[in-house]
């Protein structure tokens, strides 16, 4: 029974997988050129994500400082949210830790990354709302529709919302997202890799 349970998780995230494919390709390569067209005039990244959100922004951010699957000069990025100190302290507490960050680092011509599961994290939220008063872009990454996320987004933001309702699956395609995202940028910047094993 727990065997055929564990392969049916396999083959649910397969196969979002491969829906994602079809409906993110374009939304993901838009989300490689705001990213290329940041760090190629000197601006940074900021990524953050809250809760279980917040190690694939520190992942994406480390593969953007060390490199993914290469060896290349680093791209300036900064994961928001991990100074302890900053969760409780000051007006707003909690709810706009990751917003005082974005204000206090961000600056025209960065670009905020920001990870929620349903889009209706206050503290991404406020993130966001703070990236667009630094006339920031934003690359969001969210599940189902977007929720109160996709609403605040602008013209020049991208979203990439998979197209799923359980938060394990979502982030599953997140990481890949954001796999695509690095190996999206390298490409660009230094051409093809022959060998990627």
Known sequence: MIEQRIQQQFIDSADLKYQAAEALGRPI??????????????????ACGSGVCAPL??????CCVAGFERERP?????ALGS?????????????QALARQVRALGQTGDLLVAVTVDGHDAQVLGAVQAAHERD???VALTGRQG?????????????????????ARVREVHALVL???CDGMDAQLFGEQEDLS
Request: charge should be negative; aromatic fraction near 4%.
């Open 179 to 181: 796999h695509c995202l």
């Open 83 to 95: 100074d302890a100190a900053l969760w409780t302290a000051g007006q707003g507490g909690v709810a």
């Open 57 to 62: 922004a520190q992942q994406f951010v480390a």
């Open 136 to 138: 920031m872009s934003v």
């Open 74 to 78: 680093e791209f300036a990025a900064v």
């Open 147 to 167: 929720g109160e996320l996709a609403a605040l987004l602008r013209d020049t933001d991208v979203c990439l919302a998979v197209p799923h309702e359980r938060a």
């Open 29 to 46: 390569a838009a989300a490689v050129q705001a990213l290329l067209a940041c760090v190629t005039s000197g601006g940074k990244i900021l």
